[in-house]
Nanobody, 119 residues
């Protein structure tokens, strides 16, 4: 079993910055990829950014140039640095990890952290 614990959400004015963290804990697993998704009220969950085991990254067009995803392998932790925040970035942000346990792959989700950007 793998647990993901997120932190770093909050309230910020437009143009401000926040940094989200997500730490994976458990045993017997290896991380293939970690990413951040978000779900605004009344909308579907969408991918924000992902970082794979080779450190390749992907960003949604809406956050390119403003958000940066990074990871600290020794701590099984992924970060999302969010700069130049806009009101449309307001959402619950979820951490996701794709892990391998023996020969199987699993997806795990964090509990979500609220990000609110005021205009």
């Amino acid at each position: 079993q793998v647990q993901l614990v997120e932190s770093g959400g909050g309230f910020v004015q437009a143009g401000g910055s926040l940094r989200l963290s997500c730490a994976a804990s458990g045993s017997g697993f290896s991380i293939n990829a970690m990413g951040w998704y978000r779900q605004a009220h009344g909308k579907q969950r969408e991918l924000v950014a992902i970082i794979r085991s080779g450190d390749s990254t992907y960003y949604a067009d809406s956050v390119k140039g403003r958000f940066t995803i990074s990871r600290e392998n020794a701590k099984n932790t992924v970060y999302l640095q969010m700069n130049s925040l806009k009101p449309e970035d307001t959402a619950v942000y979820y951490c996701n990890a794709e892990v391998s346990i023996l020969t199987f792959k699993y997806d795990y989700w964090g509990q979500g952290t609220q990000v609110t950007v005021s205009s």
